[in-house]
């Protein structure tokens, strides 16, 4: 029996369910992830079986100057998820402060520490990257 993970916006307006995790999960220090969460980095995984319960149309995009998208909630403004440039929502990564429940993930990198802000220390016991991952 599989098991499916939940989770929703700050208002609720938007709400999906997964059924898995992909095994890289990555704290990103970029000026983007920064600023489109709020906090000194965002937490995002690729996800399997995505479903959208409630909200879809409540879903909105910023694609930045680089073309990757950010999806978020027009009623509440909660940061929902990234995917790269041309990519269909299908293959969002989710910000997974949006799961409603504990999921199966260990952050494994942080990736683009070149851009992070100068009043955070990164953690020693998680590899770092100064780009992406295949920096």
């Known amino acids: 029996m599989t098991r499916n993970y939940r989770g929703s916006c700050l208002c609720g307006s938007i709400s999906y369910e997964v059924s898995g995790f992909s095994s890289q999960v990555a704290n990103c220090h970029c000026s983007m992830c920064r600023k489109f969460h709020g906090s000194a980095f965002g937490t995002l995984v690729s996800v399997t079986g995505l479903n959208w319960l409630t909200g879809k149309d409540h879903l909105k995009d910023y694609v930045g ?71």
Not at 76 to 91: A, M, T
């Open 65 to 135: 100057s680089n073309g990757t998208v950010r999806s978020f909630c027009a009623e509440c403004g909660s940061s929902i998820g990234f995917r790269v440039k041309d990519s269909p929502l299908e293959s969002i990564e989710l910000a997974i402060a949006t799961f409603d429940e504990d999921i199966p993930v260990v952050v494994d990198a942080q990736i683009y520490t070149n851009y992070k802000a100068n009043w955070v220390t990164l953690h020693n016991k998680i590899t770092s990257h100064g780009e992406g991952r295949d920096s």
